[in-house]
T-cell receptor, first 120, second 107 residues
């Protein structure tokens, strides 16, 4: 089963509203989670690294006041797109590292199923 | 030039064919990942490599550290293998993604 759960899978919102996306690690503690954005036919682009109990680290060009990240617990990180605009429409996906390798997982990189955001 | 280059960009194969997807990188890495992205967008991690070769079912991944090159092979390809395959290099704690290879396997 999925080890990283992302919700919602799809969201349509009006311009100017805020949208919250949740990323949960289901059976391991993720001190670090990563948020990516993917435009159609483009590669994944790292937006920010979310660290439990501290401020997120944002990549160059990503507005931290627009893309609010909260990592309040070892199993949950949230990304809030504030005052969304149509150009924010994209596919957002999170990943979490499981360096300990719970359940004998051979790869410590786990992705959520992604959230397709459409801003009208 | 991108730090992680994949080829080909698109690949169409007939069911049963042997498939190779290539990944070259120009940075020092601690590991290289092969990922599979399904049409709906979900991503599955296939392999993490730091040397040599790994095999899982019909999938084989190899890496040559000296040549900074990795390959993903699919034996006896099947339409359900149709997806975008992405290599990602882990370098200095960051993941650098290739642009992906879109594979379509026809029955």
């Amino acid at each position: 089963g999925a080890v990283v759960s992302q919700h919602p899978s799809r969201v349509i919102c009006k311009s100017g509203t805020s949208v919250k996306i949740e990323c949960r690690s289901l059976d391991f503690q993720a001190t670090t989670m990563f948020w990516y954005r993917q435009f159609p036919k483009q590669s994944l682009m790292l937006m920010a690294t979310s660290n439990e109990g501290s401020k997120a680290t944002y990549e160059q060009g990503v507005e931290k006041d627009k893309f609010l990240i909260n990592h309040a617990s070892l199993t949950l990180s949230t990304l809030t797109v504030t005052s969304a605009h149509p150009e924010d429409s994209s596919f957002y996906i999170c990943s979490a590292s499981d360096p300990v390798g719970v359940r004998g997982l051979k790869s410590p990189l786990h992705f959520g199923n992604g959230t397709r955001l459409t801003v009208t | 030039k991108n730090e992680v280059e994949q080829s080909p960009q698109n690949l169409t194969a007939q069911e049963g064919e042997f498939i190779t997807i290539n990944c070259s990188y120009s940075v020092g890495i601690s590991a290289l990942h092969w990922l599979q992205q399904h049409p709906g967008g979900g991503i599955v991690s296939l392999f993490m490599l730091s040397s040599g070769k790994k095999k899982h079912g019909r999938l084989i991944a190899t890496i040559n550290i000296q040549e900074k090159h990795s390959s993903l092979h699919i034996t006896a390809s099947h339409p359900r293998d149709s997806a975008v395959y992405i290599c990602a290099a882990r370098s200095q704690g960051n993941l650098i993604f290739g642009k992906g290879t879109k594979l379509s396997v026809k029955p």
